[in-house]
């Protein structure tokens, strides 16, 4: 394994592609996206983790979870160098170590997110088809799959990669670290191909056939009047819908080649840039979809904090036998106020 961080001859650099001024204003909404993906993503594991602040049913919840934790390392891995490197004037100035922990560490999370996708989505079409007979994944069920899905990702890329001596390179015209499937022997090519088409092509196809029949079960709800989807139904099909279409450059620049045709570089800008949207903004979708999480956020926005979360749900946050007299007064007004939100937030 070696680092090359220099220019890949193939591409211009992001600053030569683009205006000065347009390079400024992704500069910004890389920032932007920075800030939400780690705010966001925090928010959604602090509220689900202490609060169960998301309604949905527990396997959908188990999945998401593991999507919030890879959406957050990928802002970490990937949004935060493409922010410090376009800082740089879109040079990498993190050192050649934390070039190859990014590269090696990047690709696994897109190929374990798109497989996490895939399987939340397959999870609601079959809750949708045994509605009648409960759900049929258990809890446990769930966390075995998702803790597989992160093995076979990381194992298969890195392992790959580690065997073969895959180079890693800083591309200017995505702004990180990316190891260079591309090039070289002809070994690498066809393992590129065959972990691209296992780990990415087949789960991104099966999640848009879902999709579409997920779509397909709302337009006739519509139609035919008889219930309106579940909170838990648009809160999935809103994050699986948004990461569909937030994938389609990064699709398109993976399939152009199999037809002899080169992606042009603004679509690696675009894949770049849109492709972060969907591990930025799933905080964004549930405050607008799940009214359970939008009460819990707007509370801890007005800063009404609970002083021992764990505490009070462990105990059903309905006794207050730990407070001493001596602070019976103000500990009392807390303890009904806490009450009160966890209450709220349960219903």
């Not at 670290?177 to 088409?197: D, P, Q, S, Y």
């Not at 296992?198 to 999709?211: E, G, H, M, Q, Y």
């Not at 749900?313 to 500990?331: D, I």
Request: proline share 3%; charged share 10%; net charge positive.
């Amino acid at each position: 394994m070696y680092v090359n961080v220099s220019t890949d001859g193939s591409h211009e650099r992001l600053i030569d592609v683009v205006t000065v001024n347009f390079f400024v204003v992704l500069t910004v909404y890389d920032y932007l996206m920075l800030f939400l993906g780690i705010v966001g993503n925090g928010m959604i594991l602090y509220g689900t983790f202490l609060y169960n602040a998301i309604d949905l049913d527990k396997v959908s919840l188990v999945l998401v979870k593991n999507i919030t934790v890879a959406d957050l390392l990928w802002t970490i891995v990937t949004t935060l160098t493409i922010c410090v490197s376009n800082s740089a004037i879109n040079n990498w100035v993190l050192g050649d170590v934390l070039c190859v922990l990014v590269s090696y560490v990047r690709h696994p999370l897109a190929a374990t997110e798109i497989m996490l996708v895939c399987v939340v989505t397959i999870h609601r079409v079959i809750s949708l088809r045994c509605a009648l007979r409960g759900d049929p994944v258990s809890t446990g069920a769930a966390r075995i799959i998702a803790g597989t899905l992160w093995t076979i990702s990381f194992l298969s890329i890195i392992g790959v990669a580690l065997y073969l001596r895959v180079p890693v390179s800083y591309d200017r015209l995505y702004s990180t670290c990316v190891m260079v499937w591309t090039e070289g022997l002809e070994t690498i090519k066809l393992a590129a191909f065959v972990l691209t088409v296992l780990l990415i092509l087949i789960p991104f196809l099966i999640t848009i056939v879902c999709n579409l029949g997920l779509l397909g079960y709302v337009l006739k709800l519509q139609q035919t009047g008889e219930k309106r989807p579940t909170t838990a139904f648009v809160t999935v099909f809103s994050i699986c819908g948004l990461f569909t279409i937030t994938n389609l450059p990064n699709m398109a620049r993976i399939l152009l080649p199999t037809f002899n045709v080169v992606p042009p570089d603004w679509l690696g800008v675009v894949n770049a840039h849109v492709y972060i949207i969907n591990a930025s903004c799933n905080a964004v979708i549930l405050t607008v979809t799940n009214r359970r999480f939008r009460r819990f956020l707007l509370r801890r926005l007005c800063f009404r904090s609970i002083s021992s979360p764990l505490s009070l749900l462990s105990s059903g946050g309905m006794n207050n036998n730990n407070h001493t007299a001596g602070t019976a007064g103000p500990r009392s007004h807390i303890s009904k106020n806490n009450d009160y939100e966890l209450r709220q937030l349960q219903k």
